[in-house]
């Protein structure tokens, strides 16, 4: 693997299951992005201590990769005009069933266990609590999942650089739409009680 230091390797080394590093997340706050827009590598999640949707998705792909699963992210894209943005995760499988890894600061949108037989049926698991203030449903469209792979030659896990060219590229590549335009008109917004169950924040900014 990349030259990762021997502290960076013992704490990787330790996440032996996706539900580990879903605890790893869940437990550094989320990247408020106080100082400007970020998009850091799994080292320098490691080095600060804290994550936003992106990077936690990056981070739990290399953690997998080390224990010799592929390094995926998948992109959840909300519709083109909507006042809301995509949220990316880490998909793996165990026994031929996918789940998901996800940094969020929200109740939703989470980890999902290793019960779908599809990237679809993963993908639509999120699709009933991805609304808007409003109660509006936001998600359009989905991408495959993207091996990191691709990108070992520019050292994507360990760079000291911001590595925006794999959201970049993520956005670019083919997405699936969930959604016919019939299907679209008919969609109820969520109600007064789910948007009020859904406001809770992990975490606050620093004042």
């Keep these: 693997m990349d030259k990762f230091s021997k502290n960076e390797l013992r704490t990787l080394k330790k996440l032996t299951t996706p539900q580990k590093i879903q605890d790893f997340l869940d437990a550094i706050p989320i990247n408020f992005e106080e100082d400007g827009e970020t998009c850091m590598s799994p080292r320098r999640v490691l080095e600060t201590k804290k994550a936003h949707c992106m990077e936690g998705a990056m981070f739990a792909a290399a953690a997998l990769k080390m224990h010799g699963q592929a390094p995926l992210v998948l992109d959840l894209k909300v519709a ?41 049926e993963l993908v639509m698991s999120y699709f009933h609590e ?21 990108f070992n030659e520019k050292h994507w896990m360990i760079d000291a650089k911001d590595i925006f060219y794999i959201p970049e590229y993520l956005n670019s590549t083919r997405h699936i739409h969930i959604l016919t335009p019939a299907m679209q008109r008919m969609l109820r917004p969520a109600s007064k009680l789910e948007i009020e169950a859904t406001k809770m924040t992990e975490w606050k900014p620093r004042v």
Aim: glycine share 4%; net charge positive.
């Design 80 to 120: 083109p005009r909507a006042d809301d943005l995509d949220h990316v995760v880490a998909p793996f499988r165990v026994r031929g069933y996918w789940g998901a890894i996800s940094k969020t600061n929200h109740p939703v949108l989470r980890y999902r266990d290793p019960i779908y037989k599809s990237i679809r």
């Design 130 to 150: 991805y609304f808007m203030d409003s109660g509006k449903k936001t998600l359009r469209s989905y991408s495959m999942p993207l091996d990191l792979s691709r």
